[in-house]
């Protein structure tokens, strides 16, 4: 079956824009999360939605990071006024019921900003 | 000290060699651990997942984990090439951790012909 997309790929921003980024889950998946990961380390924790609700953003690195998943399906991490630390890559996984589950990773948005 | 701890390698071993990447972690009361497998410029790629002390043997993988001793690790029997990738441990919590991942920095792995 279809896996975790996300959109878009590749993204480059100058200093100070807003960007978006969208997770797709695995249909059905209740849980949804949000990685960064920066080169040559793992993956960092930044949210996570059990359906539509946000049950933890504990991990968001600054106001400018808001993400939101309305309708339980699909995510948007939006990243506002972006700076150099922001570029990383960010990645969606989701998991058919969270709590300590198996999570499953999309392709990830590559983000550079200029 | 970090939480989830990876020798970052590189490990090398020849083809047909088994390769041991270990993995500790500093919270007691973790519950479920994963090893992912990334290859450069791609997404992490779960291989296996543990919950309970002991062995879990799925193919040409082995998941060892000892709660006691706070480790966890991956044998990778029979290794070929294609399994030259950055493996990474992962640890979750349990509680109200809501499932979240805690990540070592990962081994690179290189299994050379």
């Known amino acids: 079956g279809a896996g975790v997309s996300q959109s878009p790929r590749y993204k480059v921003a100058k200093r100070g824009q807003d960007v978006a980024l969208r997770c797709d889950p695995i249909s059905g998946h209740v849980s949804l999360f949000w990685y960064q990961q920066a080169l040559g380390q793992g993956p960092e924790f930044l949210t996570y939605f059990q359906n539509e609700a946000q049950l933890d953003k504990s991990g968001l690195p600054s106001d400018r990071f808001f993400a939101e998943r309305p309708e339980g399906s699909v995510s948007t991490l939006k990243i506002q006024r972006t700076q150099q630390e922001d570029s990383a890559v960010y990645l969606c996984?989701?998991?058919?019921?969270?709590?300590?589950?198996?999570?499953?990773f999309g392709p990830g948005t590559r983000l550079t900003v200029t | 000290q970090k939480e989830v701890e990876q020798n970052s390698g590189p490990l090398s071993v020849p083809e047909g060699a088994i390769a041991s990447l270990n993995c500790t972690y500093s919270?007691?009361?973790?519950?479920?651990f994963f090893w992912y497998r990334q290859y450069s410029g791609k997404s992490p790629e779960l291989i296996m997942s543990i919950y309970s002390n002991g062995d879990k043997e799925d193919g040409r993988f082995t998941a060892q984990l000892n709660k006691a001793s706070q480790y966890v690790s991956l044998l990778i029997r029979d290794s070929q090439p294609s399994d030259s990738a950055t493996y990474l441990c992962?640890?979750?919590?349990?509680?109200?951790?809501?499932?979240?991942?805690?990540f070592g920095q990962g081994t690179i792995l290189t299994v050379h012909p």
């Open positions: 996984a989701s998991s058919l019921r969270g709590q300590g589950r198996e999570q499953y």
């Open positions: 992962a640890v979750n919590a349990g509680g109200t951790s809501y499932g979240k991942l805690t």
């Open positions: 919270d007691r009361v973790s519950q479920s």
